[in-house]
C-alpha cells in the first residue's frame, strides 16, 4: 500500500515520524506479528489460529481484551502499566474500540518506537503507540485506543519459540531495508 494511503487510514501518521519496515504481505496480521508469526492469521475465533487450549470467542461477536491477555500470557507476557521501554523486557499493546479489540503492535526488542502490521497492509515502525490511535467508534475503520500493554523478558523471548521467529521476521525487515529508502515516508 503506498504511503498517501496509510496516512488516509491512519490521520495521526501525517505528524508522526514512520517508516514502511516490510513489503505489503496478507498470509498474516497485527496479532500474528505481535506474536512474532508471519505465517499465519491469528484471532480468538474457529476460523484462525489461537493459542492451544484458550476459549474461542464466538465468531460474530466483538472480542474482548482478556482473550488477548490470555493469550499472550501463554508465551510469557504479563500485563503492565508502562508503555515506556524497560531494558531486558519487550513490550505488546493491545488495541480496542468501544466494539472490542481492534490491534495489537510490537515494541522493538531494544526500546525506540514500536511495530504495527497494519491489516494486509505492511508492517510499519512508529515512534509512539499514539501515532495509530484513532476514533473509539465502532463504526469507524480506526483502532481506537490501547487498552493493555503487556511484558515479558528478553530471557523468555530467548527459551521460546517466539525468539527463533522473531530474529525470522527480523531478517525478513533487514533485506526489505537494504533495497529501500529506510525514510522513503512523507
Not at 35 to 62: I, K, N, S
Not at 117 to 145: A, C, T
Amino acid at each position: 500500500m503506498a504511503a498517501p494511503l496509510l496516512l488516509r487510514d491512519f490521520p495521526h501518521l501525517a505528524n508522526a515520524r514512520w517508516r514502511i519496515r516490510s513489503p505489503w504481505d496478507d498470509s498474516y496480521r497485527c496479532v500474528a506479528w505481535a506474536a512474532c508469526y508471519t505465517d499465519r492469521e491469528m484471532w480468538p475465533h474457529q476460523d484462525y489460529w489461537w493459542f492451544p487450549g484458550l476459549p474461542l470467542a464466538p465468531v460474530d461477536t466483538e472480542t474482548p481484551v482478556e482473550y488477548f491477555v490470555m493469550g499472550f500470557s501463554t508465551i510469557g507476557y504479563r500485563p503492565c502499566t508502562s508503555r515506556k521501554f524497560e531494558f531486558g523486557y519487550q513490550k505488546v499493546a493491545i488495541f480496542a474500540n468501544d466494539a472490542g479489540v481492534t490491534h495489537m503492535a510490537r515494541q522493538r526488542l531494544f526500546g525506540s518506537g514500536w511495530l504495527s502490521k497494519l491489516g494486509v497492509n505492511e508492517d510499519i515502525y512508529h515512534r509512539e503507540l499514539d501515532d495509530v490511535e484513532g476514533d473509539m467508534s465502532p463504526l469507524k475503520w480506526q483502532y481506537g485506543r490501547v487498552a493493555q500493554v503487556m511484558k515479558r523478558s528478553w530471557w523468555t523471548l530467548i527459551v521460546t519459540p517466539c525468539g527463533f521467529r522473531c530474529v525470522q521476521a527480523a531478517l525478513k525487515m533487514w533485506v526489505y531495508r537494504l533495497q529501500h529508502d529506510p525514510w522513503d515516508t512523507p
